[in-house]
């Protein structure tokens, strides 16, 4: 049986991970099968606003979001929607992807704790 997840990446250029996810122009979803990544979809979220972006990413199906930092409420909001969040990513979403098909990408942090 093929193993399938979708994973989300906010961006402002397409080529690097978003510090925020609130803050992100797009999302980059790329599909990853048996270990083999896809090319990458972008989609621009609705307007951030507590609970929107967690709703928007489970919509597109992702199973995990890899960004920089966010808040706990946040965090939480996303893994009731069942998505895995990895935090403290930084650099490229290849680079960041080629990490985590390795197995070896950690989520390090930092939890955001300021308002916005």
């Known amino acids: 049986m093929a193993e399938t997840i979708r994973i989300a990446f906010p961006t402002n250029d397409r080529i690097h991970v978003e510090e925020h996810f609130g803050h992100a122009r797009e999302f980059a979803f ?3 099968e048996n270990g083999k990544a896809g090319d990458p979809e972008y989609i621009a979220p609705p307007p951030h606003a507590p609970g929107v972006i967690p709703q928007f990413v489970g919509d597109q199906g ?15 909001l996303f893994k009731q929607q069942g998505i895995e969040v990895i ?6 979403i290849q680079d960041t992807l080629s990490v ?3 197995g070896t990408l950690e989520s390090t942090g930092p939890v955001c704790d300021h308002q916005h």
């Open 30 to 32: 790329v599909n990853v």
């Open 62 to 76: 992702a199973g995990v979001i890899i960004t920089g930092g966010m808040g706990q409420m946040a965090v939480n």
């Open 87 to 92: 935090l403290g990513a930084q650099g490229t």
């Open 100 to 102: 985590f098909l390795e």
